[in-house]
Structure formats: structure tokens, C-alpha cells
């Protein structure tokens, strides 16, 4: 994975597109918000796989685990990006907390952030993780 891998994986969305006959054509896609968060790793953090972001969105009363890359994969490094996609229909303040998971899947870093969300537009926030104590994270 590159230094600036930019990955992206949009919150649930809740929403039905109909079918029609051969002849319609299809809906036009949903203009969408976009939260794009730099991960810093601090010192002593091990080396990170994958990424687990703890979405909450407070005046939606919405909640979403994912994960960057879907699937763990190589070394994650530090100032690489990540984008959350949201529909524009979402608006307010997104508190976020990151987890670095190891090879084996195991969480060994945590940092936190909040932003808001500009809908139709584009906000960047950068998450730096520490290493998890003695006590887990």
C-alpha cells in the first residue's frame, strides 16, 4: 500500500431503486458528502494492516464499523488517506474513532476525531494513532 492509498467505502445507505422496463434509463447517482481522514502512526505503534473506523453519526443516530482495506492486506504507513462517503441527505457532526489492527487482527493502536459534515462538499481531518496500554484499547 502506498503512502497516500486512498480508500474509500460508503456509510449503509437506505435507499430503493426501482425497475423498470429495458428502455428506462437508469437514476442519476446521489451527490455525496465526503469526510477524507490522514492517519498519522505515532511512535511505538506496530506495524498496522487494516483500519477500523467507528462512525457515529449523532444527529442521524447512525452507526457504522468499517474497515480499510476491506480485506487486511500490507503495511499500513502513516499520512496515507481514507474516505468515508455519506449521502447528501446526512448532515451534522461525525465523531470518529480509528483502530489500527495488526497481522493477526488484533487492535494495537486507537485515536479519535470529530469533524462535520459539509454536505456536497468535502471535509479533511487528520486522526493520529497511539499505541493501545497494558489495558487494551
Not at 449521502?87 to 486507537?110: C, K, T
Amino acid at each position: 500500500m502506498t503512502a497516500r492509498a486512498r480508500l474509500a467505502l460508503a456509510l449503509p445507505l437506505l435507499f430503493a431503486i426501482g425497475a423498470c422496463g429495458g428502455d428506462a434509463a437508469p437514476p442519476p447517482p446521489e451527490v455525496q458528502s465526503v469526510v477524507v481522514i490522514t492517519v498519522n502512526i505515532g511512535a511505538n505503534v506496530p506495524e498496522l494492516h487494516q483500519i477500523r473506523v467507528a462512525a457515529h453519526l449523532g444527529s442521524a443516530g447512525m452507526d457504522a464499523d468499517l474497515y480499510y482495506p476491506p480485506s487486511p492486506g500490507g503495511v499500513i504507513q502513516s499520512g496515507s488517506t481514507l474516505a468515508i462517503l455519506i449521502p447528501s441527505s446526512r448532515m451534522g457532526l461525525l465523531d470518529l474513532i480509528l483502530y489500527g489492527l495488526d497481522a493477526n487482527q488484533i487492535m494495537v493502536a486507537r485515536g479519535n476525531g470529530q469533524t462535520t459534515i459539509a454536505v456536497n462538499k468535502s471535509v479533511y481531518t487528520t486522526i493520529t494513532l497511539g499505541p493501545c496500554g497494558a489495558g487494551g484499547c
